[in-house]
């Protein structure tokens, strides 16, 4: 019903760099040289992880699946029953604010003494280049951190829609 995948495009190209490099190095020291290409290729490697863990991180803990019963962020699921369907308009409504105003779906004003929603999916924080949309559970309120928070949150309000006709 609704997908939203983190773009794959930085890690390939990360990943494409790293192999030619190394590709190009072998040609020209290979087979003569081949423990100072090894460590050469191992220290470029610990380069590639320290550019490519974000994205995989931000694939393994943000990506969002929305079929008929289950929304589900990350390693976490949410069964649709238990969200509630006000909220989830009402984040609707705050995400289709005029443009040129910041998107105000996790609004931390009025949680003065209490504690703040819940981050669902395993992350630590919402990443850079994504926005959290707040809404109400059985349990409490969690955060949900979206790419496109206007997007997902209209497919979300037609499924819960859905959900309440059957």
């Known amino acids: 019903m609704y997908r939203e995948r983190p773009s794959k495009v930085w890690s390939l190209i990360c990943v494409s760099l790293y192999v030619a490099g190394v590709a190009w190095m072998g040609v020209d020291s290979l087979p003569e040289d081949l423990g100072p290409w090894l460590a050469v290729s191992a220290l470029f490697l610990l ?3 320290a ?7 931000k694939y393994f803990y943000n990506r969002i699946d929305l079929d008929h019963t289950t929304l589900r962020v990350g390693r976490e699921r949410l069964a649709l029953t238990d969200l509630d369907p006000a ?7 705050r995400a289709q604010q005029p443009p040129g105003r910041p998107f105000a779906g996790a609004d931390t004003a009025h949680w003065a003494g209490q ?3 819940r981050l669902v999916g395993g992350g630590w924080a919402v990443p ?9 559970t059985r349990r409490g309120e969690v955060n ?3 790419r496109d928070p206007e997007a997902f949150l209209t497919a979300l309000a037609s ?3 859905l959900q309440h006709q059957a």
């Open 47 to 49: 380069l590639l992880l």
């Open 51 to 57: 550019f490519t863990s974000v994205p995989v991180s």
């Open 87 to 93: 909220s989830v308009t009402a984040a609707l409504h």
């Open 115 to 117: 504690r703040p929603p």
């Open 128 to 136: 850079m280049g994504m926005d959290s949309v707040t809404i109400a």
């Open 144 to 146: 949900i951190p979206a």
């Open 159 to 161: 499924a819960l829609a």
